[in-house]
């Protein structure tokens, strides 16, 4: 019976996933940031988001979407828009969260976002992954390597690539949300949930704002 995949290909696409997911960038550092400030389940519910991403990235590679992207610069341009608006947002937001403590007793960081629906919760992971266009074009640039000519159609092969990645990057990423909750409680001065609502407006406005000068580069290239 022929293989559907080269298993040696699917093992070092998956040995080269967990090391790529456990690399510093922009996913794990969300997640490792709202774990930090709002526990494992937060971090953990942000992963699936940013899994739903992958899924459409995942898809749209394997429909030759991300190519069609790739060679026009507006649309990728007002992808890249898009992307750095909502980053915006997210730094806005984690700015003006309040901090409630009493000299003696500690309390997360109260805003709306603390009771917010499951649905929304998952639609903030997945719009940080869906709108940053980085993704597929990295998927175009990488899967490629462990595509095999036998077995499954090509477009099949990227779907499952991209399931081998999505699965990878859930385990990496449910690990950091559930060790950084760990490490985040034993912390209870205020000064540390201070400095981690900036540490998360930073961050989100710094990949916003690396976000606007790539989409300017971009656009003066074409």
Request: charged share 15%; glycine share 6%.
């Amino acid at each position: 019976m022929q293989e559907i995949m080269d298993k040696t290909l699917l093992i070092g696409f998956f040995a080269s996933s967990v090391i790529l997911a456990i690399t510093p960038g922009p996913d794990i550092l969300f997640v490792l940031a709202e774990s930090l400030a709002k526990g494992a389940k937060r971090g953990i519910l942000i992963t699936a988001g940013l899994c739903l991403g992958i899924c459409m990235h995942t898809l749209l590679c394997a429909a030759g979407i991300s190519l069609i992207i790739a060679q026009t610069p507006s649309l990728y341009a007002a992808i890249q828009c898009l992307g750095a608006i909502y980053l915006a947002v997210l730094a806005f937001e984690a700015s003006r969260e309040k901090i409630g403590a009493s000299s003696t007793n500690f309390s997360l960081p109260e805003t709306p976002q603390n009771g917010e629906s499951l649905p929304k919760t998952l639609a903030r992971g997945f719009l940080m992954n869906a709108l940053n266009p980085k993704v597929g074009l990295f998927f175009l640039a990488f899967m490629p390597q462990f595509i095999s000519e036998e077995g499954l159609p090509k477009p099949a092969q990227f779907a499952v690539l991209g399931l081998v990645f999505m699965v990878s990057a859930a385990i990496c990423f449910c690990a950091v949300s559930v060790l950084a909750a760990k490490f985040a409680s034993i912390f209870k001065s205020v000064k540390f949930w201070i400095l981690m609502k900036w540490a998360r407006a930073l961050l989100f406005a710094s990949i916003s704002f690396i976000i606007l000068l790539e989409m300017a580069k971009t656009l003066s290239d074409a």
